[in-house]
């Protein structure tokens, strides 16, 4: 099958699919719009938004649903029956200088001594500013949280007051910890893609070696490790979802669900 006609069928089935969920959408919002200005209608008590009345509802365009759910599954069966052959992708810099760092030799080979120096006096610069940036962050946090901990920081009864004030107290702070890391990260992205022909230069030829690190660089580089990253992100996933089962199970879960329904109807403005 040509690629032009997989390309064509792809296209029309995203412009369809896509229109189509625009019109599901529609169809969600005016039926809680409408359950809405049921319940404000005059002479009408009780909550409008009752499990019943919720399901009677969204029982008249289940159909549109359902075919919805039926155009994801024909969207992945199409992909299959009209395959597009990928184009390769490009090496980001930051990647591409990475993987050239680990072949960077220990001392400078004839000709490349001046892009050697430059090279290592740019990473002990880059490795500067990220420990600086983080560091200032941390101090930040530390002290937004010691702030958040002491009662008499919030002396008042007058909660708009208490907020303007925490603010005024910690939004410094924060914001400039994060201005201070994005600049570590912009300057880190400026310097590689200045410095990757240098990088190119120096290791051509050259197989990685093995660099003797001291303790901050090896701490670093437990971090990198993908097994040590992926241990990170299940145990925040499972301290996640047992806060909310935890939320959920000491009656929260309703108090926050009545505190977002006050939230749309009284202070944005749908009521």
């Known amino acids: 099958m040509k ?9 029309s089935y995203g412009i369809i699919f896509g229109v189509f969920t625009a019109v599901v959408g ?16 005059e002479g009408y008590s009780g909550d ?15 159909l549109f649903f359902w075919l919805w759910i039926a155009g994801i599954v024909a969207g992945f069966v199409l ?3 009209f395959p597009v052959k990928e184009k390769p992708r490009k090496i980001c810099p930051d990647l591409q200088y990475a993987r050239l760092y680990k072949r960077v030799p220990v001392a400078a080979s004839e000709g490349s001594e001046s892009e050697f120096a430059e090279i290592l006096q740019q990473r002990r610069l880059i490795f500067a500013l990220k420990c600086a940036a983080w560091s200032l962050f941390g101090i ?13 920081n919030f002396p008042d009864k007058d909660v708009t007051h ?19 890391v994005c600049g570590a990260a912009v300057y880190e992205k400026y310097a590689v893609k200045k410095m990757l022909p240098k990088v190119q230069k120096v290791t051509m030829g050259q197989k990685p070696v093995e660099k003797s690190k001291n303790a901050v660089a090896r701490v670093f580089a437990v971090f990198d490790n993908k097994w040590v990253i992926l241990g990170i992100r299940i145990a925040l996933g499972v301290i996640g979802v047992a ?6 199970l000491n009656g929260n879960a309703r108090a926050v669900f009545i505190k977002a329904i006050n939230i749309c109807t009284e202070c944005i403005g749908l009521g």
């Open 79 to 81: 992909w299959e029956v």
């Open 243 to 248: 806060f909310i089962i935890w939320g959920a």
């Open 162 to 180: 208490e907020i303007l004030n925490m603010v005024k107290h910690i939004f410094p702070c924060v914001f400039a910890g994060l201005l201070v």
């Open 3 to 11: 690629e032009k006609t997989c390309k064509s069928v792809r296209l």
């Open 26 to 41: 529609a169809l969600f919002i005016w039926k809680v719009l409408s359950l809405y200005f049921s319940g404000t209608a």
């Open 48 to 62: 409008p938004f009752t499990r019943e009345r919720v399901l009677e509802a969204l029982s008249e365009i289940d």
């Open 140 to 152: 930040a946090c530390v002290y937004s949280l010691v702030y958040l901990c002491i009662p008499s």
